[in-house]
């Protein structure tokens, strides 16, 4: 079942909060513990080769699949590893948890998997499909809150659940055990590079929300493969592991864009941020529009369907990531849970970065023939009018209109702009941090 939680406004976000009896810090050990308690329940995702990306990058890149999970991404890893080690009582007591959509459906599978009730607060902004998604792999086992509009706004939900319940709170990474499960990646990336090319990949790169991957490939890696580079990917809009590395601790961002829900964590965690400080862990950031170019490529030749999450690591690789020409490179791909009516936006989001999208505000003199002197003179044969939204006033000597162009090339702006300078409208371009901008997107 679904509530809609729609009271006050919630109280001052909990995201360090951690479960109860959470342990101490991660090692080696226990994510190969983690990765024996997983056997049979999870399953060992493909690593495969990108013909694309070794292409463009002159590496050889490979993807691990993680969004072919039963649930289409790594959480169910961390989610089942917490739970399965609870005991009688607190199982009973049930289990609760926040979630941007991908650890919700983790823990749901694992509260169906070893029959625990459990509770997962989603916030607004997950995607229907996700929401769908958890109902479908929880069952009966586990119902769903819809509060506030932020995955920290569930997080104080679920803390404030738990602590009235007595139910378990499941972070998404802020546990040791979370941590845990989610770095048995490590161990299969290992496995089967070794079995593949005989030796472990030389570069890691893994996406970045609140640190739990991240944390658990480092802690494996760093025993086991301390040669592995290990890169963590954060969207440019939500990157607060890199602010916690600036801070020397873990802080709020004062903006958080939630594009890329999956990844979208105001505050990284109290469990992750050491581990990720203790190894100096390289850290970069990838604009959001460069992610929707990205899910469009891995769609239209990869054939893989990815949400924004899942194509962080592999957005990174053009752009943000040096590779030396021939070396082995596996990303992550974990989060394939991408509600279909979100494409236009991707497609809109990915012209806009190539610059091939543009909006004006055009004042056309209120006169016969001025709407078609603007197609024969200011157009170039292959523009592409897609938005055009006028306002006729009578007592006024121009009208305005809202003008969406899409050029073939980018270097076609200069020209473009050049025509529009010659014509008797007049041409205001809508920058991207105009209010106006961001109602359009």
Known sequence: MTTDARGGPPAAPLPGTTAPDAGGAVDAALVEAAARRLVGVVGTTPLEPSVRLSEATGARVWLKREDLQVVRSYKARGAYNLIAQLGAGPR???????????????????????????????????????????????????????????????????????????ATLVPAFDDPRTVAGQGTVAIEVVEQAVAAQGAPPDVLVVPVGGGGLLAGVLAWMGERHPGVRVVGVEPAGA???????????????????????????????????????????????????????????????????????????????????DLAPGSSVVCVVSGGNNDVSRYAEIVERALIHEGRKHYFL???????????????????????ITLFEYVKRSNRETGPALVGLEIAHPGDLPALLARMGGSPASFERVAAGEPLFRYLL
């Open 92 to 166: 009973a007591r049930g289990v609760v948890c926040a979630s941007a959509g991908n650890h919700g459906q983790g823990v749901a599978y694992a509260c169906a998997a070893l029959r625990v009730p459990g509770r997962v607060y989603l916030p607004r902004t997950t995607p229907r499909q996700k929401r769908d998604r958890i109902a479908d792999l929880g069952g009966a086992f586990v119902e769903t809150v819809v509060v506030g509009d932020t995955y920290d706004d569930a997080a104080t939900a679920a803390t404030e659940h738990a602590s009235s319940s007595g």
């Open 362 to 384: 055009v004042d056309f003199p209120q006169e016969p023939g001025a709407l078609r002197r603007f197609l024969d003179e200011v157009l170039g044969p292959d523009d592409d």
């Open 239 to 321: 990157a607060s592991m890199a602010a916690a590395v600036a801070a020397g601790r873990p802080v709020a961002l004062p903006h958080l864009d939630t594009f890329v829900d999956g990844a979208a964590v105001r505050q990284v965690g109290a469990s992750t941020y050491p581990v990720v400080a203790a190894h100096r862990t390289e850290l970069v950031t990838v604009e959001e529009g460069r992610i929707c170019r990205e899910m469009l490529a891995m769609y239209q030749t990869d054939g893989i369907i990815a949400e924004p999450a899942g194509a962080l690591a592999t957005a990174a690789l053009a752009e943000a990531v």
